[in-house]
């Protein structure tokens, strides 16, 4: 295996000043010529040029300004030309290559989906299209000329010319080849005009497949709030006279930033009240955003090299995270966020494949497109701005723009620009991006009551696990928000930041009446492991009186967790979850979002986690009876009261996908999931039958499912939607994360027999092997069924599309935390998808890593 390693960054011996493409489109047999215009960086340093290159290239011809280099050397896939064959001044190398783009896939480089062609680049996809310097620091402006009979023709940039068969454009802004873009196909439009701040008028467009048109609507009024709130709360407007956005239904991941011509997954872009739920419409939105917000963040400022990707990914989920609190409940967003980093960036930071926000080694880039580099890289940044204070986050955003600006920057750079904004030294916090592992810490109380006040002393411990080639961590700087409630529920101090800097640190409280409960970590003021000595009365206290939602939220959670973990190991639990709830339920005062969150039970992937963490080994099956027995008595002790709020919740009207009337259609479907356990399902059957959304028939379906009573409504479903491949994707997933433990495997292999199992589609491959990932029990079915199955597509899969099979390994990531059978069984398919002959890079890299 060749590793790269962050130490050994070089810059490009060449500076690139023009790059010219162009493009004869044909599905078999696309042929590529370009024209590179470079000169040497250091005339006086003779250096040998290096492209990079790809599988399926064929060389066609090879020129230095305009002279035939006849047996160019290769190096692997790379080509190489002599330094004594290059001149000490501005040259143009030509090349000419052919593709086939039919033949393409993994969907890198140039592929067709649907009759289509599109791109897809990053990190290293250029490479498939053409011999290039493919690496984010060699940045040029780009011409494009595309010929093809196609009606729609579209690369990045301004539109410069349009005749028949023939399209050119020109991105003046110097850009690395990741960002490049072409599609071609027959495509329908929506489109808008959109002004900027300073008067520029932006043409808006959204292509879709025809048919389609109707589901793209959100999307651009998505894309209108996202360029107004950039301009409103960044000051960054946009730079080109045309904005296009396009869907594609096979694409690897779900959206990618092309400069002007940002690329989507199909299901990022359509949505209509029948096809899509709640989620769907408010993912569309953030992630059309977080795209578009790339274009400061990742493309005007780029990154050095890969090890830098947190620097474009994590501030801009930063900033689509703070979009979304914006424009929707702040507090529920923040609550969303802290449990997806939970469920996905825990887990991956306390197994195997745990690694830094910034790794320093990477055999396969594409593998680090992680949670650890997007999620934990944005709280990174909320704890950097915690620490700063708004304001002068705000200064040294300005500062970062004026300085990057068209440059390919570090993580050095970024932490540079705070630093000489606030004189603040930030050489520990560099540690959040250097060190892999979640800190645990721990906080204990000590009380001291006097007569002229009590006071109140806080000392905290952390201490971060080893993780695989870092078993040493030193402290870390850690941002604790605290806040002290008084015995009647009075808040007797404010939210205050404790900047916890050593192994351990104590704060003190002075001048105190009675005895406070102290709400910790509010906000989640930092990606940390939190324990503490503390009973459930106090946590049911902290559920009724808390000011922080976040803490307040955290306070049920905990309650639940600790009923969960009594009953999954066999020990009683107590009945204060049950009834703190049925308060907060009962709650009219608070936002909808916020009791439908309060109201659903912690998954039992996270149960899982908990008990690991505690050293003990979950037992998946004991962890399912166990959360179906809670959810159970949480409906039997609230029944009349969730009755209520399932009728009162339902909106009337037509249907919109905004936070209000989505908060309410959250809460009556966490009551209907609770119901479903003591109605059987009947609730759900009518809601299923007469619900005039997506968001409410899909949730009547999956409880349907749970009650083993689906059969009639996903024949339904199915007869209905089946010429939409979302929906479809949709009822594959459902029938296998609703399906019972000891038959999830089976139902999914059932399914990967359909006609409609369109594998080589990454979304249905997802819904399918994603979904069975999502059933924690069925997955890790003690039988190993389910280790099989997602071993055996995974192997067929890593054959036509690597990345998407390297990414889907991860359902294997916590294989240790469990017991010795189901290890073995675990380790057994790992080994054998380890040994399969041809395995790509990909998928090496990371069964080595997880069986290591
Ligand atoms: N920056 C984009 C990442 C991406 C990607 C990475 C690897 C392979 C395929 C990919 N498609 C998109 C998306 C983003 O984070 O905005
Ligand atoms: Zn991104």
């Known amino acids: ?114 009759g289509m062609f599109c791109t897809q680049c990053e990190a290293e996809g250029f490479r498939h299209i053409t011999f290039y310097p493919d690496r984010p620091d060699v940045m040029a402006p780009f011409r494009v000329t595309i010929r093809s009979d ?68 959100y999307a651009m009024e998505s894309l209108v709030r996202a360029m107004r709130w950039d301009e409103e709360v960044y000051g960054r407007e946009y730079d080109l006279d045309v904005f296009n956005i396009v869907a594609v239904d096979d694409f690897n991941m779900g959206a990618m930033e092309n400069k002007g011509l940002n690329i989507f997954n199909s299901k990022l872009v359509l949505a209509s009240p029948e096809t899509a739920t709640d989620a769907d419409y408010e993912r569309i939105e953030a992630v059309i955003a977080h795209e578009y917000f790339h274009n400061w963040t990742g493309n005007r400022i780029t990154c050095r090299d890969w090890f830098q990707l947190c620097l474009k990914e994590g501030l801009t989920v930063f900033r689509d995270q703070q979009f979304t609190s914006d424009l929707r409940s702040a507090p529920v967003k923040r609550i969303e966020d802290v449990r997806a980093l939970r469920a996905r960036q825990f887990r991956e930071d306390q197994g195997p494949l745990a690694h830094p926000v910034r790794p320093d080694r990477y055999e396969e880039i594409n593998n680090f497109y992680t949670a650890t580099v997007y999620e934990k890289g944005a709280e990174v940044i909320g704890m950097l701005r915690r620490l700063v204070g708004d304001a002068a986050y705000a200064r040294a955003l300005d500062l970062y723009f004026d300085r990057h600006d068209g440059e390919a920057a570090t993580i050095e750079d970024w932490l540079r620009v705070f630093e000489d904004t606030t004189g603040r030294d930030l050489a520990q916090f560099k540690r959040w991006y250097t060190d892999a ?20 002393t806080l000392d905290f411990r952390q201490h971060t696990p080893p993780t695989p080639g870092q078993d040493d961590k030193p402290p870390r700087v850690i941002p604790i928000a605290v806040g002290l409630i008084g015995p009647n529920g009075d808040e007797v101090a404010g939210t205050r930041t404790l900047e916890m800097t050593e192994a351990r640190q104590s704060f003190t409280f002075e001048g105190l009446g009675a005895r406070p409960v102290v709400s910790a970590l509010r906000g989640f003021s930092a990606p940390v492991i939190l324990s503490r000595q503390i009973d459930d009365a106090t946590r049911a206290f902290l559920l009724a009186h808390d000011t922080d939602p976040f803490a307040r939220w955290e306070a049920g959670r905990d309650l639940a967790i600790s009923a969960l973990l009594a009953a999954a190991q066999g020990r009683a639990a107590a009945g204060d979850h049950v009834e703190a709830i049925g308060r907060l339920a009962a709650d009219e005062a608070a936002d909808p979002a916020f009791r439908a969150l309060c109201l659903t039970l912690p998954g039992e992937e996270e149960i899982a986690a908990r008990l690991a963490a505690g050293g003990a080994v979950p037992d998946p099956d004991a962890i399912h009876a166990a959360r179906e027995d809670l959810a159970r008595q949480v409906a039997e002790a609230h029944a009349a009261l969730l009755s209520d709020l399932y009728d009162a919740m339902a909106v009337p009207g037509a249907y919109s996908p905004d936070a209000g009337p989505a908060g309410r259609r959250a809460l009556r479907i966490a009551a209907l999931g609770l119901l479903t356990r003591i109605d059987g399902g009947d609730r759900a059957e009518v809601l299923f039958g007469t619900a005039g959304n997506m968001t409410e028939r899909m949730a009547a379906l999956s409880c349907l499912i749970r009650r083993g009573r689906g059969q009639a409504a996903l024949a339904a479903l199915r007869d209905r939607f089946a010429d939409n491949r979302l929906v479809m994707d949709k009822w594959f997933s459902v029938q296998v994360t609703a399906a019972p433990p000891d038959r999830a495997a089976a139902i999914a292999r059932d399914l990967a027999e359909r006609p409609d199992f369109d594998w ?80 790509s890079r990909n998928l090496r890299e990371m069964v080595s890593r997880m069986i290591a």
Not at 437 to 454: F, V
């Open 760 to 839: 080589k589609n990454p979304n249905r491959f997802r819904a399918l092997l994603g979904g069975l990932a999502a059933n924690h029990a069925g997955f890790h079915a003690a039988d190993g069924a389910g280790y099989d199955f997602t071993a055996d597509w995974l192997m067929r899969m890593d054959a036509a599309n690597p990345q998407i099979a390297a990414r889907m390994s991860t359902a294997f990531e916590t294989w240790p935390r469990y017991d010795a059978a189901r290890r073995g069984l675990a380790q057994a398919a790992l080994r054998r998808m380890a040994a399969m002959e041809g395995i």
């Open 1 to 114: 295996p060749i590793a790269q390693y962050l130490a050994d960054y070089r810059p490009y011996p060449f500076l690139l000043d023009l790059t010219e493409l162009r493009f004869d489109l044909a599905p078999r047999g696309t042929r590529v010529q370009s024209a590179l215009h470079l000169r040497p960086r250091d005339p006086a340093a003779a250096e040998d040029l290096v492209l990079d290159g790809g599988a399926g290239l064929r060389l066609i011809g090879l020129a230095l300004d305009g002279t035939a280099i006849p047996a160019p050397r290769r190096e692997g896939e790379r080509l190489v030309i002599a330094a004594a064959d290059l001149p000490a001044r501005p040259f143009v190398l030509s090349c000419e290559v052919e593709i086939d783009p039919d033949a393409n896939t993994a969907f890198e480089g140039l592929y067709l989906s649907g």
């Open 150 to 217: 196609l009606p729609v023709l579209l690369s990045n940039g301004n539109p410069v010319r349009r005749e028949a068969g023939l399209a050119e454009w020109h991105d003046p802004w110097p850009k690395p080849a990741y960002l490049f873009a072409l599609v071609a196909g027959d495509l329908v439009v929506i489109s808008d005009r959109y002004t900027t701040a300073s008067g520029r008028a932006v043409d808006l467009n959204v292509w879709v497949r025809p048919g389609d048109q109707d589901r793209a609507g």
């Open 437 to 456: 592992g979640t800190p645990h810490l721990e906080m204990t109380e000590i009380w001291e009551a006097g007569s002229d006040g009590g006071r109140l």
